[in-house]
Structure formats: structure tokens, C-alpha cells
């Protein structure tokens, strides 16, 4: 049987080209792409698009859009040996993170890759970009597919998507996954780090969810911070779930205060998750005085998680009928290999 993939096209500068009155970019149709990337004729599997009839600029990526493209993969999960999504670069480690909690039991390569700069400018970096993710989604193994992940590929790394982040507005080195090592480095040859890659249960059937609560909010601490403004922000109206960006390994202030808001917003059934501000290293809340302080709050430790993992894991968690106390729980152990 041929080796197929399915590339989803979604916009993103990849596929943008400049708008003459106002010099900003703006997507564009796949079309654009296939002129501009001729090689794409010359890989031996068959190569199928399905196309967003609106591409979108990724700023303006929702839940729903992830939905839509759950429903794609899973429509067509029989059809293709693996997945690559054509994707905006500002919120792509969110929705690779968001998509590995919505794909359940994914046992195929879905690998989201874009550009820094157009396909259409002579120095782009999407054109390596997109053909070795189709490479990579293809790559199969004693038969199975070598990685069976949501998965980042960009400049020649392969990253699990919901370890990554957008560190860099301008390098083509655009993401970093701190706190998981690559899953593979494209070189001469597409080299894996097998032991790094998940191994899925086998037998198990695609499940989707396409549900996120959206009734969360991140909290970046600072020096200074503002008790009654976190005491607005904690007693906001359907507010279920909150991500603080904490210091270090899980410090904040001390003050009666600051920690007595947390706790009675917490009492009163607020799911509250602790990750660090740094992107590399992770949240251990027994290491300084400080972290016992905030832990006795009832805040939940969400050790090496990123923040568009834990935010999207929140929301999706939130959809599950979980209780509390549930959620809680789920939210400290990996789900997707999101934390270590
Ligand atoms: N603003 C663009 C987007 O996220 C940036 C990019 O694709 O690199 O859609």
C-alpha cells in the first residue's frame, strides 16, 4: 500500500503574502504554496491537502478551530499514515498542546510546522520546514509510524508539541522544548531519539474531544503584584480555573494578604495550578519556605509544565465531568507526556 499524508493547511506566514496597500501580511490560499515548493510533486506518497477555506493569521486561532481540525484527523484517520498541519507560529505550541489532549489514543505522526518568513521570499525557511514534516509523517518502522505524537517540527528539530514554546520572534530556531529532549534532528538523514518517543497502547481506537472550558485565566506574578487586583481576578464571575506564573521553583510573596486571597478563592472550589516562570526546570513547592507558604493555599504543583500545555490541559480537563478533586489529580500526572 502507498505511504499517504494528509497536509491541513490553516494559514499562518507561511502561506501569506504582503498586502499591497498596507505592506502587512496576510494569508493566502495553499495554491501559493504548491507554486512556490515544486518538490512537493516529487515525494513518492500520496500527497493529499484539505485546505481552511478562510486561512487565518494564528493570533486568531480558538477552541473551535481546534475542533474543526480534531474532526478532520479523525474523519480521515483511516485514509492517511500521518499528518501534517500548516500552521501559524505565534500559537502553534498552543495548539499542538491543545491537540494532544483532543486526540486520545493517537497512534499516528500529526506534525504541526509553519514558517518565520513567507514561502514566496527567497530565504524562507518553510520550504524545509514542510518537506521534512512530510517526511517525517510518513516515516514508518517495522510498520508501524515512527512517532505517533502531536509533534513541532521546525528548523531541522522534531519536538513533542506540548513540551514546546514560541521563544523566538525572529530566529528560524522559533521554538524550544526546555524540559523534553528532541525527538528527532533532521541532518543528512532524519535521525529519531526512539526512547524519547511515546509508545502508544496498541489496539486502542482514535477518540476526539472537541470541547475546551474556556473558564480559565493565567496569572503572571511580579514584584508589586496588586492583592485586590488578583482578589478581582480570583472572584471573577464563572471563573473555574486559574495558571499562576510563579518564581523559580514555585515561590511567591508571603504577605497574609496575597496568600489569603488564594486560599479562600481555592476553598471556594477554584482549581489553582503553580508553574514556573522560568521555561526550563520545574515547580517543587516544598524547596523554599516561600513554596510551603503558597502550597498550603491549596494551589496544585504543575511542575515542568509550559504554560500553553497547562492552560490547555486545564481547559480541556475542565470539559470531562471531572470533580475537582479529580481534575486536580489529573492535572499532576502526564496525560500526553506533557509533564515529567
Ligand atoms: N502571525 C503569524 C501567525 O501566527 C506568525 C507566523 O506564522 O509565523 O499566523
Redesign the pocket.
Known amino acids: 500500500m502507498d505511504t499517504s499524508v494528509l497536509v491541513i493547511y490553516t ?4 502561506g501569506m503574502k504582503q498586502n499591497s496597500k498596507t505592506g502587512a501580511l496576510v494569508p493566502f490560499d495553499f495554491s501559493e504554496i504548491e507554486k512556490e515548493v515544486p518538490e512537493l510533486k516529487k515525494f513518492k506518497y500520496k500527497l493529499d491537502t484539505h485546505s481552511f477555506r478562510n486561512p487565518i ?3 486568531d486561532v480558538k477552541p473551535e478551530f481546534w475542533a474543526t481540525i480534531a474532526k478532520i484527523i479523525k474523519n480521515s484517520y483511516d485514509l492517511y499514515d500521518g499528518f501534517v498541519i500548516l500552521h ?4 502553534m505550541s498552543y495548539s499542538a498542546s491543545a491537540l494532544s489532549f483532543m486526540l486520545e489514543n493517537l497512534s499516528k505522526p500529526v506534525i504541526f510546522t ?3 518568513l513567507p514561502i514566496d521570499s527567497i530565504r524562507t525557511d518553510g520550504k524545509e520546514n514542510i518537506l521534512s514534516a512530510i517526511e517525517i509523517a510518513a516515516s514508518r518502522q517495522n510498520g508501524k509510524p515512527v512517532i505517533p505524537e502531536v509533534c513541532i517540527f521546525f528548523d531541522y528539530k522534531l519536538f513533542r508539541g506540548n513540551r514546546t514554546t514560541k521563544h523566538s520572534a525572529e530566529k528560524f530556531n522559533a521554538f524550544r522544548s526546555y524540559n523534553y529532549p528532541a525527538l528527532a534532528e533532521a541532518g543528512v538523514e532524519i535521525k529519531y531519539n526512539l526512547p524519547a518517543i511515546a509508545k502508544p497502547e496498541s489496539g486502542k481506537i482514535l477518540k476526539i474531544h472537541t470541547e475546551m472550558d474556556t473558564s480559565v485565566i493565567g496569572l503572571k506574578i511580579f514584584p508589586g503584584i496588586n492583592c485586590d487586583f488578583i482578589d478581582n481576578i480570583l472572584n471573577t464571575k464563572g471563573l473555574k480555573g486559574i495558571i499562576i506564573e510563579t518564581f523559580g521553583s514555585g515561590n511567591t510573596p508571603t504577605s497574609e494578604k496575597f496568600l489569603s486571597k488564594f486560599k479562600t478563592a481555592i476553598d471556594k472550589g477554584l482549581i489553582a495550578l503553580n508553574i514556573s516562570q522560568c521555561q526550563a526546570g520545574s515547580v517543587e513547592m516544598e524547596r523554599y519556605e516561600t513554596g510551603i507558604l503558597f502550597k498550603n493555599t491549596g494551589v496544585v504543583c504543575g511542575k515542568d509544565m509550559t504554560f500553553e500545555a497547562a492552560i490547555t490541559k486545564l481547559s480541556f480537563l475542565l470539559t470531562n465531568n471531572k470533580t475537582v478533586t479529580g481534575i486536580k489529580e489529573d492535572l499532576q500526572k502526564s496525560l500526553r507526556g506533557e509533564i515529567s
Open positions: 494559514g499562518g506566514t507561511i493569521d494564528s493570533s501559524g507560529t505565534d500559537t509553519g514558517s518565520q
